[in-house]
């Protein structure tokens, strides 16, 4: 069974740093991309990064690009986003994907809160 | 960027209704499109994908149809379980795009 844990989340002041992590098992790691999406308090969701299987190939929503930095160990199972220079709107559930070619977002974890305020 | 638009926003049914949700893409996107069901404090899980194809594990009373640019999710005799949001995505090109949202109440 595919088991995504993020980890991470916290209250932070606007401009400061934060490193979420997730967690995979129940399949080859090495083997999928990753997304991380999240969700802003009574809001839709929003794509923020991608990575792929050999981190080869990253992706960002033009709202983080410049301040998240997407990576990935295939040797520890998982997937890191590491933040900076947060703002208020960056307040959210943060949740990590398993992403397929073919078939999208397959498997998402349970979220991470972040919450950036002063 | 490839915008989605999901109609209606909000919707009310009655336990045993069958109600159809549509998105529609600004471009063509073929068939990469999924659709995901969210309730309150969970994650969102997926339910369709290539637009037609159903998750491992979901009910058959959700079905998916569209290519191009307009998709449509159905869900027939509704369920007490099903009120919930639904969001529809597509993931043919960067950014990823979702909809905003339908949000399915009980009447």
């Known amino acids: 069974e595919v088991h995504l844990v993020e980890s991470g989340g916290g209250l932070v002041q606007p401009g400061e740093s934060l490193r979420l992590s997730c967690a995979a098992s129940?399949?080859?790691?090495?083997?999928?991309?990753m997304n991380w999406v999240r969700q802003a308090p009574g809001k839709g969701l929003e794509w923020v990064s991608y990575?792929?299987?050999?981190?080869?190939?990253?992706n960002y929503a033009d709202s983080v690009w410049g301040r998240f930095t997407i990576s990935r160990d295939n040797a520890q199972n998982s997937l890191y986003l590491q933040m900076s220079s947060l703002r208020a709107e960056d307040t959210a559930v943060y949740y990590c994907?398993?992403?397929?070619?073919?078939?999208?977002?397959?498997?998402w974890g349970q979220g991470t809160t972040v919450t950036v305020s002063s | 960027d490839i915008q989605m638009t999901q109609s209606p926003s909000s919707l009310s049914a009655s336990v045993g209704d069958r109600v159809t949700i549509t998105c529609r893409a600004s471009?063509?996107?073929?068939?990469?499109l999924a659709w995901f069901q969210q309730k309150p404090g969970k994650a969102p899980k997926s339910l369709i994908s290539?637009?037609?194809s159903l998750q491992s594990g979901v009910p058959s009373k959700f079905s998916g149809s569209g290519s191009g640019t307009d998709f449509t999710l159905t869900i027939s005799s509704l369920q007490p379980e099903d009120f919930a949001t639904y969001y529809c995505?597509?993931?043919?090109?960067?950014?990823?795009?979702f909809g905003q949202g339908t949000r399915l109440e009980i009447k």
């Open positions: 994907a398993r992403v397929d070619y073919y078939h999208g977002m397959e498997d």
């Open positions: 129940g399949f080859t790691f090495s083997s999928y991309s």
């Open positions: 990575i792929s299987s050999s981190s080869s190939t990253k």
């Open positions: 471009q063509g996107i073929s068939n990469r």
């Open positions: 290539a637009a037609s």
């Open positions: 995505q597509q993931y043919d090109s960067f950014p990823l795009t």
